[in-house]
Every structure is written in C-alpha cells, then in structure tokens.
C-alpha cells in the first residue's frame, strides 16, 4: 500500500547549480527505483538557517512530495546520511483523510 509523504533537506550552500542538480536527480532517481510515484519536487533556494549546522549558517533548501510504499523511507535516509553534502533531512508522512460513510436514519 503507497502513503503520501513530504521529504525536505537541506544541502550544503557552497554547492555549484551543477550539483545541486546532480542531488536532486540521485534522490528523485532513487525514490523511483524503490517504487516511488507522483513525485513532485520544489527547489526552495538558498536561505539562511536558524542556527549553524555542522558550522554551515546558510542552505540550500529541497521539497520532495511523493507517494511510495512505506519500506522506502529507511532506504532514501540512509543514503542521505551518509552524503556530505546534505546537512539536514526530514520525512513526514501525511495522513490523507478517508471519507466516512454518512449515518443512516433508520425509520421506527
């Protein structure tokens, strides 16, 4: 069964356009190979964080929406974790709401 799921990471912000790019399309082309579907990607740009991490004060932010199995989410992480170019990640799985079948009104 596919759950809906938003992907957000950061990469590093010294990172050429030419990089970043190749980034994009190794986590796109890796959500595909392990089922992923309707994946929508959103290039945030360059912002300044809240705080430094792993002493970077700026970032380059990523907004990947897709729909895949669930066995997938440990996979794609695991590989971002081992990337020194992305600092932060995080996975959220949405909820999509089901429609609930309306009362009915039994006459007595």
Do not use: C, F
């Not at 990607?41 to 729909?67: C, D, F, V």
């Not at 440990?74 to 992305?86: H, I, K, N, Q």
């Amino acid at each position: 069964m596919s759950e809906h799921y938003e992907l957000m990471y950061i990469l590093r912000s010294d990172l050429g356009e030419e990089q970043v790019n190749q980034a994009i399309s190794k986590y796109r082309d890796l959500l595909q190979e392990q089922g992923g579907e309707q994946i929508e990607i959103q290039h945030r740009g360059k912002r300044r964080l809240a705080y430094p991490i792993q002493k970077h004060r700026e970032g380059i932010y990523i907004q990947m929406n897709y729909t895949a199995p669930g066995s997938h989410v440990a996979t794609l992480e695991r590989s971002m974790r081992y990337s020194e170019d992305v600092i932060r990640y995080l996975t959220l799985k949405h909820e999509v709401p089901t429609a609930k079948p309306e009362p009915v009104e039994v006459e007595s």
